[in-house]
C-alpha cells in the first residue's frame, strides 16, 4: 500500500469538485434531504446514490446481506473493489458508480484505470484503487489541513464513529448494491434507469431501519447530472444561476477546507489580545472562554448520562 | 537497596475489583512514584500506611510517558482514580485519602487536582527542566503548601467526568469508557476533552469579539490577514469593505472554526513548542510542561508581545 489517504467529508461540494478533479465531466452530487421519491427523480438523470452511515465503535456491524441477494457473478462483469482502506471509502463508493456506466465522460485518466482494472478479480480491483497516485492524490486535495494530526494513520479509538461508504446503482437492469466490505455486489432485483428514483427508496429505507435511529447518524448523496445542463435545456435561467452561485460556494468552501489557518489565526488573535488590552476587558475576555468550556462540559456530563450521541463543541 | 526519597508521595487507598464492581478498601496507605537506582527504572508503588517493612505491597514498573492517572469525579462516594496504561489493558485503581476539602466526599478540590497532575508529571518520567521535582513533597507526609500557585492543568488524556451512576456496573462503564481513550489527539473536532475546563481558541473569537475588532481595523492590518488566507477567495482589485467582507464570511465560516478547534487541542496535545516555534510566539524558558492549559499558556504569551509592543509604543494595528 503506498501512502496514507485522509479522510475527506461526505458533502456535495466535495464530492462534485472531488469528481470534477478527477476528469470527470458534467456530473454533480446533490444532497438528498428526505427519501423522497419525486424529490430525486427533479434531479434526472440520477446516476446513482451514495449512503454513508455513522455508527459507534464497539457496536455490531451488521456483515450479512440481509436484503437483496449477493450476486457473485456480477462481481466478474462489474467494477466491484474489496475495500482495502477505511480512508479511501468515500472516493471507492463514488467510484463504484462512476465506472459501471457506459454514459458518463470519464475523461482519460479514469478510463484508463477501469480499462486497466477490467479484468482484475475484486481484491486486486482494491489494491489498484489504493496505490492509484491520481485518484489518492485528487481524493487527499480535499482532506481537511491539519498539519499537526496525521488523520490518516490513525487508528479508530472508542472516541470515534465508525462509517461507511455504500453505493447504489443501476447497471444493466438490476439495482445493485455496492459494498466493499461485503464479498460481492448485492442485487435487489430489477430496475431501469428510470425506474431507480423510485425503487431506490425503499431499499435505502430498509436500510436505515437495520440500525436504532438513536445510534446512527447518515448521509445521502445522489449523483446526478450536471443541474445546469438539463435546466439551461429548458430554458430555466433562473435555475442556471442558483447552480451558478451554488458552485461558487463549493470552490469557496473547498478553497477553505484544503488551507492552513494557523497564520491567519494567529494574526487575528493578536489583534484580538491587544484590542481586549486597550479596552481593559482581556481578562473578562479570558474568563468568559473558560466559562463557554465549563458549560460545554457540563452539557456534555448531562448528555452523557442520557446515554445520547455528543456533538462536537 | 538504600533508601531513596521518592518523587512524589500521597495518602491513598486501594481498591479491589470484583466482576464490574469497584470496590474501596479502608486501609490507610500510601502511593508513591520513585526512581530506582538499582535497577534505573521508575516505581510506582503502594503500600499500608501504619507497615513496618520498607518493602510496598505493590510495585509496578513504570515506562516513563506509558502510564497515567485519571480521575473519576462522577463517584460521589470518594475521589477514586486510574492508574491506566497506552501498552497494556492493565487498571490499577486507588482513592485520595488525603484530607478533604467538602463534605461532599466525590468532590475533587483544586489542591487535589494537583496531586493528580503532579503523579502524572512524575509518571512521565525525567524531564528537561525538572524544577517542578524539587517542589514536591518527600516522605509520606503531605506537604500543605506547595508554593502559592496551585497548578491546575487538568490530568492527562481524561475525559470530562460522567454523571453520577446509578450503581457499581455504571460507574465502571462509565470509567471504561473514559479510560480507554488514548490521550492522543482526535483531529479536527470536538472529541478531545481534559478534566478541567481549559479553553479552546474558538471561544475567543466569537462575532462579538470579531465584529468590532474588523470593524475598527486599519488596512494595513486588513492586508495582513488577507495574505494569510488563500488568494482565490479574494475577488481581484478589492476594496477594503470587500476585504473585511471577506475576512469576516471566513471568520463565521465552519471550516475556520474547525481549524481554531484543532489547533487547540494540538497546543495541549505537545504541539505548543512546535507551533510557538513556527509562529515566533515566545514562550517564558520552561513554561512547556507546566502543566497549565497550553492553550492559555499560547495566549498569555501573545499577550505579552503585545502588552511589549504598547509600552514600546510601536504601532498596533
Redesign the interface.
Known amino acids: 500500500m503506498s501512502g496514507g489517504w485522509n479522510t475527506i467529508e461526505s458533502d456535495a461540494g466535495v464530492f462534485t469538485y472531488l469528481v470534477d478533479n478527477l476528469g470527470v465531466k458534467n456530473v454533480q452530487f446533490e444532497e438528498m434531504i428526505a427519501l423522497d421519491a419525486d424529490y430525486l427523480k427533479q434531479q434526472s438523470p440520477v446516476y446513482g446514490v451514495i449512503f454513508l452511515f455513522k455508527y459507534p465503535v464497539g457496536q455490531k456491524k451488521t456483515d450479512e446481506a440481509v436484503d437483496g441477494q449477493y450476486d457473485f457473478v456480477a462481481s466478474e462483469n462489474i467494477f466491484f473493489a474489496n475495500q482495502t482502506i477505511q480512508n479511501a471509502c468515500a472516493t471507492q463508493a463514488i467510484l463504484s458508480v462512476l465506472l459501471n456506466r457506459e454514459d458518463l465522460d470519464l475523461g482519460d485518466q479514469l478510463r484508463e484505470f477501469k480499462e486497466f482494472t477490467q479484468a482484475f478479480p475484486a481484491e486486486l480491483r482494491g489494491e489498484a484503487l489504493s496505490n492509484s497516485e491520481l485518484i489518492r492524490g485528487v481524493h487527499n486535495s480535499f482532506a481537511r489541513s491539519s498539519p499537526f494530526i496525521d488523520e490518516g494513520t490513525r487508528a479508530a479509538t472508542e472516541d470515534d464513529d465508525l462509517y461507511h461508504f455504500i453505493a447504489y446503482t443501476p447497471i444493466n437492469g438490476i439495482l445493485y448494491e455496492i459494498d466493499g466490505l461485503q464479498p460481492s455486489p448485492i442485487s435487489h432485483g430489477r430496475c431501469t434507469e428510470e425506474e431507480f428514483s423510485e425503487k431506490i427508496i425503499p431499499v435505502l429505507q430498509r436500510r436505515i431501519e437495520r440500525y436504532p435511529a438513536t445510534e446512527i447518524r447518515f448521509n445521502l448523496l445522489a449523483m446526478v447530472q450536471d443541474l445546469r445542463i438539463r435546466a439551461a435545456e429548458i430554458g430555466d435561467v433562473e435555475m442556471v444561476a442558483r447552480e451558478d452561485e451554488k458552485r461558487k460556494m463549493w470552490i469557496w468552501e473547498n478553497e477553505l477546507r484544503r488551507h492552513n489557518f494557523v497564520g491567519f489565526a494567529h494574526e487575528v488573535l493578536k489583534r484580538a489580545v491587544a484590542s481586549k488590552l486597550t479596552d481593559g476587558k482581556y481578562d473578562e475576555w479570558i474568563g468568559e472562554a473558560k466559562q463557554k468550556a465549563q458549560d460545554r462540559m457540563d452539557e456534555r456530563k448531562k448528555v452523557r448520562g442520557e446515554k445520547e450521541d455528543i456533538a462536537s463543541p | 537497596m538504600a533508601a531513596v526519597a521518592p518523587l512524589i508521595s500521597i495518602k491513598a487507598g486501594k481498591c479491589t475489583q470484583n466482576g464490574t464492581n469497584i470496590l474501596s478498601q479502608a486501609e490507610p496507605g500510601l502511593l508513591y512514584l520513585y526512581h530506582n537506582p538499582d535497577d534505573e527504572l521508575l516505581h510506582f508503588c503502594w503500600k499500608p500506611r501504619g507497615a513496618v517493612e520498607p518493602a510496598p505491597e505493590d510495585d509496578l514498573i513504570i515506562i516513563p510517558g506509558d502510564a497515567r492517572i485519571i480521575k473519576y469525579t462522577?463517584c460521589t462516594t470518594g475521589r477514586v482514580m486510574v492508574l491506566k496504561f497506552s501498552s497494556s489493558s492493565q487498571r490499577h485503581f486507588f482513592w485520595l485519602q488525603t484530607k478533604a476539602e467538602s463534605t461532599d466526599s466525590g468532590h475533587w478540590s483544586a489542591r487535589d487536582d494537583g496531586w493528580v497532575h503532579r503523579i502524572n508529571a512524575a509518571l512521565q518520567g525525567p524531564q528537561d527542566d525538572d524544577e517542578e521535582m524539587g517542589d514536591i513533597g518527600l516522605g509520606s507526609e503531605e506537604v500543605e503548601e506547595e508554593g502559592s500557585a496551585s497548578r491546575r492543568g487538568g490530568a492527562d488524556g481524561g475525559r470530562?467526568?460522567?454523571?453520577?451512576p446509578q450503581g457499581q456496573s455504571d460507574f465502571l462503564q462509565?470509567l471504561i469508557?473514559q479510560i480507554?481513550?488514548?490521550g492522543?489527539?482526535?483531529?479536527?473536532?470536538?472529541?478531545y476533552?481534559q478534566q478541567e475546563?481549559?479553553?479552546?481558541?474558538?471561544?475567543?473569537?466569537p462575532s462579538t469579539?470579531?465584529a468590532?475588532?474588523l470593524a475598527?481595523?486599519t488596512s494595513g492590518?486588513v492586508d495582513?490577514?488577507i495574505s494569510?488566507?488563500?488568494q482565490?477567495?479574494i475577488p481581484r482589485n478589492a476594496t477594503l469593505a470587500q476585504k473585511k467582507e471577506v475576512i469576516r464570511k471566513?471568520?463565521h465560516?465552519p471550516?475556520?472554526n474547525?481549524?481554531?478547534?484543532?489547533?487547540s487541542?494540538?497546543l495541549r496535545?505537545g504541539?505548543l513548542r512546535?507551533?510557538s516555534d513556527?509562529?515566533g510566539?515566545r514562550l517564558a524558558p520552561g513554561e512547556v510542561g507546566t502543566g497549565s492549559d497550553q492553550v492559555?499558556i499560547f495566549?498569555e504569551a501573545?499577550?505579552r508581545?503585545?502588552?511589549k509592543?504598547?509600552d514600546g509604543n510601536m504601532d498596533?494595528?
Open positions: 462522577g470530562a467526568p460522567v454523571s453520577q462509565n469508557s480507554q481513550l488514548p492522543g489527539a482526535r483531529g479536527g473536532g470536538g472529541g476533552q475546563p481549559t479553553i479552546s481558541l474558538h471561544d475567543l473569537l469579539t470579531t468590532p475588532l475598527a481595523m492590518a495582513d490577514l494569510n488566507l488563500p482565490g477567495i471566513v471568520l465560516s471550516q475556520f474547525q481549524s481554531l478547534i484543532g489547533l487541542v494540538a496535545d504541539g512546535g507551533i513556527s509562529l510566539v492559555t495566549v501573545i499577550k508581545e503585545e502588552e509592543k504598547a498596533i494595528d
